[in-house]
């Protein structure tokens, strides 16, 4: 049964460079974790990424940029996002069998960024895009970033919403008073990094995007990133919050939910009853999830879906999402993305 990663991530040495030229390290911890043999997969787009693919039962990854992507780099991110994924489309032509691409933005400036999605979306292999909550001061609800929501419904490009580490204020407030270390770990994979991504999603909803969106898809990872694991609770905001719908709905009918490399069939089990069979997504967030021993072909072994739902998990739900016709990438015709430089 053919396997698709949608949540794979990919470096670039133009990013990691344009990164350590603002000091970003120092505002966000999180950038230490692409260092040693992460960075180095990262980096890798060839030989050793399609060996640990067929490793660990892989066959197709959706690659997208590490967090935090562009969204601290301003206004000048636009020539490097054209750059990155003018270099992902060579990857898509070299490799059609093995690889999807979700398009990186020039998110600061959200005009540039819808029109790079549209010219990505246009090219083969581009499937939607990823995003990492919180654009300089803003929450992906502000106004100031309807163009991308707008421009990613327009064209039926899902959003994969990621997780990026706190703002400085929260992280003292909340995620602090620990060895150094810890603290880092708290206030991000080991929870800060969920929170945030899961607030960014229900600001989405209690904004009335998908209200305005209807057909605007975003997908979560890690199960949906704790939100799942309290619809309960959250279904009390339907008295106030003015909605068409409940916030079930939503959860129904605009989120795909990803494994992210957390294998627990339980966890699974969860998510399939929040938002459904046909919208559970597979993926091993590599490379920090990683692991040796076929790790994700077992998983799917023993999920406990039946084979209809199983198939759904392992590729058909993704290529209906996203429109595509068989789990290959893009055909042997595979070309350069338009207007790439």
């Keep these: 049964m053919t396997l698709i990663g949608v949540e794979e991530h990919f470096l670039t040495d133009d990013i990691h460079r344009a990164w350590k030229a603002i000091g970003l390290e120092s505002a966000d911890p999180s950038l230490a974790f692409h260092s040693g043999p992460f960075e180095a997969r990262l980096l890798d787009l060839a030989d050793e990424r399609l060996a640990l ?20 780099l301003g206004t000048g991110s636009l020539d490097l996002a054209r750059r990155t994924n003018d270099a992902v489309a060579a990857v898509l032509a070299r490799h059609p069998d093995r ?12 005009d540039e960024a819808a029109l790079e999605l549209e010219r990505c979306m246009k090219a083969p292999g581009f499937k939607g895009t990823m995003l990492c909550g919180r654009v300089g001061g ?7 970033l309807w163009p991308i929501l707008q421009c990613a ?3 039926g490009a899902p959003i994969l919403l990621h997780p990026r580490t706190p703002e400085p204020a929260v992280r003292s407030a909340y995620y602090s008073g620990f060895a150094p270390a810890v603290d880092v ?6 929870l ?8 960014q999603f229900l600001r989405l909803v209690l904004a009335g995007v998908f209200d305005r969106l209807p057909g605007l898809q975003v997908i979560l990872g890690h199960w949906g990133e704790l939100v ?3 619809a309960e609770r959250l279904s009390v905001m339907d008295r106030v919050s003015g909605l068409a719908h409940p916030v079930a709905h939503y959860l129904r009918n605009n989120l795909y939910v990803t494994a992210s490399g957390m294998f627990l069939p339980h966890y699974l089990e969860r998510a399939a009853a929040v938002v459904g069979t046909d919208r559970l997504l597979f993926s091993t967030d590599f490379p920090y999830q990683y692991r040796p021993g076929r790790d994700a072909g077992r998983f799917l072994e023993d999920c406990g879906l ?3 739902a199983r198939a759904g998990f392992a590729h058909g739900n993704w290529l209906r999402l996203t429109g595509s016709t068989s789990p290959s990438a893009v055909d042997e015709s595979s070309r350069p993305i338009e207007g790439a430089v």
């Design 53 to 72: 693919m067929d490793e660990t039962g892989l066959d197709v990854q959706v690659l997208s940029l590490t967090t935090p992507m562009l969204h601290d």
């Design 99 to 110: 690889f999807h691409a979700l398009a990186t933005l020039p998110v600061a400036m959200p």
């Design 138 to 144: 803003h929450n992906l609800d502000h106004s100031t």
């Design 153 to 155: 419904a327009a064209l």
């Design 185 to 190: 770990a708290f206030a991000t994979v080991g």
């Design 192 to 199: 800060g990094w969920h929170y945030d991504a899961g607030i």
């Design 228 to 230: 799942l694991f309290y």
């Design 306 to 308: 039946d084979d209809r």
